[in-house]
């Protein structure tokens, strides 16, 4: 089955400056890859997907590029906020029937 | 109300208690999930419904039973359970099992068994 690897494990950043998140994948039948943000107490909430016939996606402060060929994919997160602070997790899925889930990344903006 | 909802938020159990974790959709989907998130460990997908149908058990223990009555009610019940099964229980939906679909979460109930 689908095996996905992320790193780091935690991070700490200064507001301000960027965040990068990178997942690899085992499954080269994988097309679907959405990013997900868990803050303290809450759920994880979708912030951003791709799919495999695209290379890069954006909305506003976050990005995500997908390299099909090595099988992985970042999260970037530019200009970070402390309401940025919080785990995401990466996952993938090569027929939507389930998702597999990274490990997660404990993001910190240090004020 | 919107969205998730998950209840009750948190529960503590002893071993040989009998208890059901309750989760309710809004958004008019069709499938329904049950994630366990230990600490420090990938969510791990326990069990799917799809149009109130179990398509997926993932080698879950007997001692978690899911329900799924309708297409927007899903509960897990739990029996003589193990302090390993302490975790946060996150319930979640998506339009569609067969597509490409968003899945949405709830908040979760977090879990203790003494």
């Known amino acids: 089955g689908e095996n996905v690897e992320q790193h780091p494990s935690t991070l700490s950043v200064q507001e301000g400056d960027s965040a990068v998140i990178k997942c690899t994948y085992s499954?080269?039948?994988?097309?679907?890859f959405p990013w997900y943000k868990q803050e303290l107490g809450k759920g994880p909430q979708l912030i951003i997907d791709?799919?495999?016939?695209?290379g890069e996606k954006k909305d506003q402060r976050i990005a995500v590029t997908l390299n099909k060929t090595a099988k992985h994919f970042s999260l970037h997160i530019t200009e970070t906020q402390p309401e940025d602070s919080a785990v995401y997790f990466c996952?993938?899925?090569?027929?939507?029937?389930?998702?597999?889930f990274g490990s997660g990344t404990q993001l910190t903006v240090l004020p | 109300e919107t969205g998730v909802t998950q209840t009750p938020r948190h529960l503590v159990m002893g071993m040989t208690n009998k208890k059901s974790l309750k989760c309710e959709q809004h958004?008019?989907?069709?499938?329904m999930y049950w994630y366990k998130q230990s600490a420090k460990k990938p969510l791990e997908l326990m069990f799917v419904?799809?149009?109130?149908?179990?398509?997926e058990n993932n080698s879950v223990p007997s001692r978690f039973s899911p329900e799924c009555p309708n297409s927007s009610h899903l509960f897990l019940h739990l029996h003589t359970l193990q302090p390993e099964d302490s975790a946060l229980y996150l319930c979640?939906?998506?339009?569609?099992?067969?597509?490409?679909?968003?899945?949405?979460f709830g908040p979760g109930t977090r879990l203790l068994v003494l």
């Open positions: 979640a939906s998506s339009q569609d099992y067969n597509r490409e679909e968003t899945q949405y």
């Open positions: 499954d080269s039948a994988s097309n679907y």
């Open positions: 791709i799919r495999s016939n695209v």
């Open positions: 996952a993938a899925s090569r027929s939507a029937r389930q998702l597999t």
């Open positions: 958004l008019g989907h069709n499938a």
């Open positions: 419904y799809s149009l109130e149908e179990r398509v």
